[in-house]
């Protein structure tokens, strides 16, 4: 080729070459920017969702603007509260909706410890009528041992399960929007990624601040919160297959040198700084195809759950400022639609029948005594709310630290895989507690109380439980309960007590007598439990009373100094009532028969009985509570002054002194309205009320002490607290009398 057409070659070459260079500089790059939304090949977008607990509300705010913009969402990761917000949108749940729910969160609702009361196990609600407070603590031969988190997550459960349309076990690729949540395994330090689940319990395991809420067991796995290791997980959307990711950074922020105070602050900063360095490393992987927004969140924290929406339009906020290049990313009105029609429809639980129920690693617990506890049966189709029961019914056992479920499919069968992880600080438990008392009339009174209990000595599931209390009642008393089959239905109870108590004698409103009883009493009851709903105890014992006058005339001393006692006794309760402390809805109910023989070698023949039940009803903060109690004598036999009824004190006929009525038989009823004033994070919060009360106190002992009909009314203001419920209060009754209260624990 000549020097010439070579020159006019290269010419032509160049003019090409400088043609596609300036063609390529007016088009993106593919690395720089994605095709348009509105092309035959958008690209797939997938919302990252950051940790930060109640900083976390300002994820809605954001998805509120993507769909106004019309912003397509074909996958989310999420991490943490990104992770229960993630997984609420992937299920079809609405912004509406999620607004909705976040309005009724608070710091309560999410980390209150128990689950409904109505679930607990009658066993395990008759704790709640002693002064046992605060947690239980394990105990062995080589110390104490400590339950891992101050809430254990099954409360937040519930509101997670509210969250999430998708009910059940489900693949997460198969709900109307893909998705994946972050966890992070406590024993190998690595994050966990969540692609299939019983959503409630991956969102929880998600959400689990050390510390705070108790790791999830699974697979032989202890999950805390995915905070620590990926908080922002955009390397789980990019293997999601994410072309453009929206990730909204919620930020943890670090503490102030004035907010580091102690111990907790510390362990804060801590896991603060861990989750910074592991949220840099992920946007250090955004590409200039990525949208990242970080809404200004200002001083609200990662535990302020009582103001979540306030937090969410700070996220709406944040996102209209990158409205330019959002809206690149809109699809067309009715192609959006069409696809916000199918992301919004809600997945149907596998509802197929289970060839069998597993129990997984259980040690100490009989797995039939488990299943029984179950209204899930093999061979029937498994409902999603029955299954959520059988799960807190199973917590409510308290037996157990988590409970959690996932579906194994094994060649030709389908399995029910119960995760039920046993408290790692039991078998053996001790809980203290602490009563005062004071009606400022010389009423005036302590106990201090400590239980052990020790669990599951044999596979029926025997129990042995010691209380020892000192104050002005003194006692010990043990009880071996010993069930007779798995179910743990019908049951037998050798029991033995040792107590001594002071009782002061009242004329009218004048102390004029004090006595010590000792009493001593050795018996076995026989019974039945409802489930969780009663018991009935049949069972006879003896003993020996020993009264003795401290103060008073010599005509008011005791009679003989050893009283001989044997009876027959039935006892009745059943409970469903929602609190013991301040019940806001339920019942409960009891009845209690004594019928002392002389063949058992008892010195007097007599029947005493006693019924007595409470109502409440609640609507918003307002609550009325209904209470009823009577008793007296059955027969023509006498009930012995050692015992007749002692009634009077606050809200026991409000006014009188504590004890200061006493007589053979009483009637007495109680209408009482309280209204709470402030909420609580893991107690009850505070109340104020006033109560109406009616009674009388027959055939009274002393003569010249009130009779017939005693009306009286109390007002008072009452806190829970770390120590048990305490009271401030006053009291009138008709006659003039008038008291004031100050109480620690059940004052009825």
Request: a neutral charge.
């Amino acid at each position: 080729m000549s020097l010439q057409l070579r020159l006019r070659a290269a010419a032509a070459a160049a003019s090409l070459a400088l043609a596609a260079m300036l063609l390529a500089a007016a088009q993106p790059a593919a690395a720089d920017a994605a095709p348009k939304a509105g092309g035959t090949q958008r690209p797939k977008i997938c919302l990252v969702l950051s940790g930060g607990g109640a900083r976390g509300a300002a994820h809605v705010g954001v998805l509120k603007v993507l769909e106004e913009y019309r912003v397509p969402i074909d996958c989310i990761a999420g991490t943490s509260m990104g992770a229960l917000i993630g997984a609420a949108y992937a299920t079809g749940t609405t912004v509406a909706e999620m607004g909705q729910i976040l309005g009724e969160i608070t710091t309560e609702l999410l980390y209150k410890e128990n689950p409904p009361r109505q679930e607990i196990s009658m066993r395990r609600k008759q704790d709640d009528y002693t002064l046992l407070f605060g947690p239980e603590f394990g105990v062995d031969r080589t110390g104490f041992k400590f339950p891992k988190g101050v809430v254990t997550g099954v409360q937040l459960e519930s509101v997670l399960r509210r969250l999430a349309k998708a009910k059940g076990y489900h693949r997460f690729d198969e709900l109307p929007i893909p998705f994946r949540a972050v966890a992070t395994d406590l024993l190998s330090g690595k994050a966990v990624i969540f692609s299939q689940g019983e959503l409630a319990n991956v969102m929880r395991a998600s959400m689990s601040v050390p510390g705070a809420v108790a790791p999830a067991e699974f697979d032989g796995m202890m999950l805390v919160d995915g905070m620590l290791t990926s908080n922002l997980p955009v390397q789980t959307a990019r293997a999601m297959g994410a072309d453009v990711i929206i990730a909204v950074n919620v930020g943890t922020p670090l503490l102030k040198r004035e907010q580091i105070n102690g111990l907790v602050g510390v362990t804060g900063q801590m896991i603060s700084i861990l989750t910074e360095q592991n949220v840099q490393a992920s946007l250090a992987m955004l590409k200039p195809a990525d949208i990242l927004i970080s809404p200004e969140l200002g001083e609200y924290s990662t535990s302020d759950f009582d103001h979540l929406p306030k937090i969410a339009p700070l996220g709406e906020a944040a996102a209209r400022e990158l409205s330019a290049r959002l809206t690149q990313l809109s699809l067309p009105a009715g192609e959006y639609a069409a696809l916000r029609q199918r992301q919004s429809a809600v997945a149907e639980p596998d509802s197929r029948p289970v060839d069998e129920i597993r129990f997984v690693d259980l040690q100490r617990v009989n797995p039939k005594a488990a299943q029984a506890a179950m209204e899930t049966r093999a061979g029937q189709p498994v409902d999603q709310q029955t299954l959520d029961r059988d799960m807190r019914r199973l917590y409510g056992s308290g037996d157990f630290e988590h409970v959690n479920y996932r579906f194994l499919e094994e060649p030709g069968r389908r399995v029910l895989a119960v995760d039920a992880v046993e408290k790692s600080w039991g078998p053996d438990y001790l809980r203290f507690g602490l009563g005062l008392s004071s009606d400022f009339k010389g009423g005036a009174y302590f106990n201090l109380l400590g239980s052990y209990r020790q669990t599951w000595l044999n596979t029926l599931g025997a129990e042995w439980r010691t209380d020892l209390q000192v104050g002005r009642t003194s006692n010990l008393t043990t009880e071996f309960y010993q069930p007779l089959n798995p179910e743990r239905a019908f049951f037998i109870a050798p029991h033995l007590g040792v107590e001594r108590r002071a009782v002061l004698l009242y004329q009218g409103d004048t102390n004029i007598a004090s006595y010590d009883l000792k009493s001593s009493l050795l018996g076995v009851d026989v019974g039945t439990q409802f489930k969780r709903y009663g018991e009935f105890r049949l069972g006879v014992a003896r003993g020996e009373l020993s009264p003795t006058m401290d103060t008073g005339p010599a005509y008011l001393a005791p009679g003989p100094s050893h009283i001989a006692q044997g009876a027959y006794r039935a006892r009745l309760v059943l409970d469903q009532i929602d609190s013991v402390h301040f019940p806001r809805a339920g019942w409960r109910g009891g009845m209690h028969l004594y019928k002392s023989d002389e063949g058992l070698g008892a010195d007097q023949n007599y029947t005493k009985w006693d019924v007595d039940g409470i109502a409440a009803y609640s609507f918003g903060e307002h609550t009325f509570s209904f209470g009823v109690k009577a008793g007296g004598k059955y027969g023509s036999d006498p009930l012995p002054p050692y015992d007749q009824f002692q009634w009077g004190g606050f809200l026991q006929q409000s006014g009188y002194a504590t004890g200061q009525l006493l007589g053979e038989h009483m009637t007495y009823g109680r209408v009482m309205y309280y209204h709470r004033i402030m909420r609580g994070t893991l107690f009850e919060g505070a109340y104020g009320g006033i109560a109406l009360e009616a009674g009388k106190v027959g055939n009274p002992l002393v003569p010249g002490s009130p009779d017939g009909l005693l009306k009286s009314a109390a007002v008072f203001v009452a806190l829970d607290s770390p120590i048990g419920p305490l009271y401030w209060g006053y009291g009138r009754a008709r006659d003039g009398n008038t008291s004031l209260y100050f109480y620690v624990g059940r004052p009825f």
